[in-house]
């Protein structure tokens, strides 16, 4: 159910029909919340629900960094000035002022935080963990520095934090994707945490470069290598923390809150549907009847939000440990509880389904700029991926770079091309690859709660229609991403009819030209031996 606006959730909050109020919301009163990595996409979502949503809440800190010449202060200016506020905005015009910007920046030791700042987050009682670089390729100094000592320095803090209820870290469900069945538990880091920060102190980039590959070993990518010694970080200095792990899988586009389809990115699949949906991408390395473990930002924000009230609710018991019997300490899984949030296991949609429905609703609503018309096929077989690239991406790029060149514009396709072929390869391997995973704990999580927060928390996947979530997220690219409002959508169905008259005229040309030189060829070698 979409929440309309707040009247709305007050209403549910005492809704007669449920007898119940938002436990939820009550918790979440009156308590100060510390939030890192606020200006990422998941950032922005966290920080507008939890506004919006738990209106009574006290002080909220954000960490914001100085970025591409821009300061601190300056980017949380511009910070709200996004279409995802706009409902927050109306609700509750005052909303800037329950919120604290600090200057902090996880690349440095301290998180770049001055003594009087680190002194004023003291009094935070909620902390979401969000923070990190999730380029697939970055660097592993960058890496390392933002997604495992950034990690280990809110860990530091957060002990000298009095009343802290909840720590809640948001990873990633494939952080120990060399495991084909991942389970809700912590699993052996590939190295431990210190080991990898003393390596970066002691060697050059170039010598970290070199030896990358050697490091990451089984792991695919720095991101994926990084984020799992981060949840080894968070089961290390946690000891005695209210911790809580969130893992969710490949994050899309907003389901509905607080708008519908609404993402800021093209990571992942985003990029598949929004390169295919322009003519650009024609084809994809990928195992069509393999699960795409595909989850709504929206239903992650809403699991993150109610983990971090579950751990404080849980925090007794957590922390009740008979210090005189050790062996009578919960397990590490049980004191840092973990959260698969994944889609595979109660409502799976496979590669094939999920880009049959890309199709259909492409074809619906095309974008206004896009190249050509949609040409889009899934190959498991990595040698007949590269052979459509080549006659379908690069000869194309080169015949129109060339024209461009000769015109006088300048050539761009093929290093167009050249990226989206870096981004394809780099997700192939989650394309190409079956993952099972646990979620048992998210599940036991939906269960404890009540109707009335299931209303306004809602992340039960099982419900979830992927035909109509597919339609909204192609119209939500159409409109944040590509910046084509929705009365322009006449204007590009008569363009996407010209686009396909001329794709089909091609295609006979061409037919045409390879039947003539087949028949002109089989002809000279007929004449040849006779």
């Not at 404080?312 to 049980?334: C, F, W």
């Amino acid at each position: 159910m979409t929440l309309k606006n707040k009247d709305y959730i007050d209403d549910l909050i005492s809704d007669p029909m449920d007898d119940c109020h938002s436990e939820v919301l009550q918790y979440y009163a009156g308590r100060n919340i510390l939030i890192t990595g606020g200006s990422g996409f998941f950032g922005i979502l966290l920080i507008e629900r939890l506004l919006r949503c738990c209106s009574d809440l006290g002080k909220m800190y954000v960490l914001m960094r100085e970025k591409k010449g821009k300061s601190a202060e300056e980017r949380f200016k511009q910070h709200f000035d996004n279409v995802v506020y706009d409902k927050l905005k109306k609700e509750q015009p005052n909303f800037i002022s329950k919120i604290i910007m600090i200057e902090a920046d996880f690349g440095e030791i301290n998180l770049g935080l001055s003594p009087e700042n680190r002194k004023r987050l003291l009094d935070t009682n909620v902390i979401f963990h969000l923070a990190a670089t999730v380029r697939f390729n970055e660097a592993i100094r960058v890496a390392v520095n933002i997604n495992v000592r950034g990690t280990r320095e809110i860990l530091l803090l957060a002990r000298e934090m009095t009343d802290l209820k909840a720590f809640v870290y948001v990873s990633t469900a494939f952080s120990y994707c060399v495991n084909k069945f991942i389970e809700e538990k912590f699993y052996t880091s590939p190295l431990e945490t210190n080991a990898i920060l003393t390596l970066l102190d002691i060697l050059d980039n170039e010598t970290l470069d070199i030896i990358t590959p050697m490091l990451i070993g089984e792991w695919p990518n720095t991101y994926m290598y990084t984020k799992a010694i981060a949840e080894d970080t968070v089961r290390q200095y946690s000891v005695e923390l209210p911790v809580c792990v969130v893992r969710p899988s490949i994050v899309v586009t907003t389901a509905k809150e607080p708008i519908t389809g609404w993402i800021n990115n093209l990571y992942g699949p985003v990029g598949v549907v929004m390169g295919s949906g322009l003519g650009l991408l024609r084809t994809l390395h990928c195992m069509p009847e393999n699960t795409a473990d595909l989850v709504p930002a929206d239903y992650v924000i809403a699991n993150i939000i109610v983990a971090g009230w579950d751990t404080a609710q849980r925090k007794d018991t957590l922390l009740s440990v008979d210090d005189a019997n050790p062996k009578s300490r919960n397990s590490e899984t049980e004191r840092a509880l973990i959260y698969n949030c994944v889609s595979s296991n109660q409502n799976p949609i496979t590669w094939a389904m999920f880009m049959k429905y890309n199709e259909q609703y492409s074809l619906l609503t095309p974008f206004m700029n896009m190249l050509w018309c949609y040409v889009f096929t899934l190959n498991r077989y990595r040698l007949v991926h590269n052979i459509y690239a080549l006659f379908l991406h690069t000869i194309p790029a080169v015949i129109v770079d060339v024209l461009a060149f000769l015109t006088g514009r300048k050539p761009k396709l093929l290093k167009t091309y050249k990226k989206i072929h870096v981004f394809t390869d780099s997700i192939s391997y989650f394309t190409t690859r079956q993952w099972q995973f646990r979620n048992d704990a998210v599940v036991k999580l939906w269960d404890r709660l009540n109707p009335t927060d299931r209303k306004i928390f809602d992340f039960n996947v099982a419900e979830l229609s992927w035909d109509e979530f597919i339609k909204h997220m192609i119209l939500g690219l159409r409109i944040y991403i590509a910046k084509d409002p929705e009365d322009t959508l006449k204007q590009a169905r008569l363009r996407y009819k010209k686009l396909m008259i001329a794709h089909y005229t091609l295609l006979t040309v061409v037919s045409s030209l390879l039947i003539w030189i087949t028949v002109n060829l089989i002809n000279l070698v007929i004449s040849f031996f006779s």
